[in-house]
């Protein structure tokens, strides 16, 4: 039998005040990230920005000895500074989210029996891990490919032609770049939100399996939406999501296999105390 849940009985306004403390706590969390990631900001927007840069100084943008993207450029008076708050706030943001993640459990773990409790705690230590995995593959893998693919699209010019080169503008790039960034972090929590509603008996594995032809459109149509419209940062979102998906599969399974051991020893026990 189920009887480890806390027996506390918290009232309507407890709650409210506890809520209200959590959200405080991640808030301030987040201010405080955001002012020392503020700080710091030149060297996050380096970070960012460099993969454009290693791309523009290769021979891919360049013609001869002459690069044809060199910098970035803003057009209002305040598009510099306040992409500076927004870098500082994206930084802020993606690394106080472990700390944003453990107020929300410490929130809802007063309401939840051990069992499940010891079930929730594998996935609050995979979302920010998956999440972090999903930024970096973005940076690392799809960033290069894909303004190695939209640079291609320069031109020298020549003779009664005009050169095509690139003037992006610096508020523009990091929207784009964060954009990317948290939607690879928040595809990659696939298999974590599968696997919750596989374990509550929301899904099943076989639905998985029967409907992978669905979700391999869904999964491209959404990676068409939330990319830029290149072959490779759309498939190098697909493809990892996919793998994810099938990865869901088998955690599902596992997790049915578990629920159903459960429910045989809780019908064992409650036999055995009625015999």
């Known amino acids: 039998m189920l009887k480890d849940i806390d027996d506390r009985e918290m009232p309507l306004l407890e709650h409210l005040l506890e809520l209200r403390n959590r959200l405080m706590y991640a808030c301030g969390a987040v201010l405080i990230g955001f002012v020392l990631c503020y700080l710091v900001s030149d060297h996050i927007y380096a970070f960012l920005t460099q993969p454009l840069a290693d791309i ?6 360049k013609v001869g000895d002459r690069a044809l993207c060199t910098r970035l450029i803003y057009t209002d008076l305040t598009e510099a500074f306040f992409t500076y708050v927004k870098v500082g706030f994206f930084a802020g943001a993606f690394l106080t989210f472990p ?3 453990i107020q929300l459990w410490l929130f809802i773990a007063p309401g939840l029996y051990r069992n499940e409790k010891q079930a929730f705690l594998p996935f609050l230590v995979a979302t920010p891990v998956l999440f972090f995995l999903g930024g970096a593959m973005a940076y690392y893998f799809v960033f290069p490919l894909a303004w190695r693919f939209f640079l291609s699209f320069q031109t020298p010019g020549g003779p009664g032609t005009l050169p095509i080169e690139l003037e992006a503008r610096v508020g523009e790039y990091l929207d784009l770049v964060m954009k990317l960034i948290f939607a690879f972090g928040l595809c990659f929590q696939l298999p974590v939100g599968l696997t919750l509603m596989g374990r509550v008996g929301l899904i099943s594995s076989d639905g998985l399996v029967r409907n992978r032809k ?13 990319t830029p419209p290149d072959i490779f940062s759309q498939v190098g979102l697909a493809l990892p999501i996919l793998a994810l998906y099938e990865i869901s599969i088998v955690l599902v399974r596992m997790a049915e296999k578990k629920r159903r ?13 009625g015999g």
């Open 56 to 61: 523009c100084l290769s021979s891919v943008a």
């Open 99 to 101: 700390f944003v993640a």
């Open 214 to 226: 669905f979700a391999i459109v869904g999964v491209f149509a959404v990676a068409a939406v939330l």
């Open 261 to 273: 051991a459960a429910e045989e020893a809780e019908e064992t026990e409650e036999a055995d105390g």
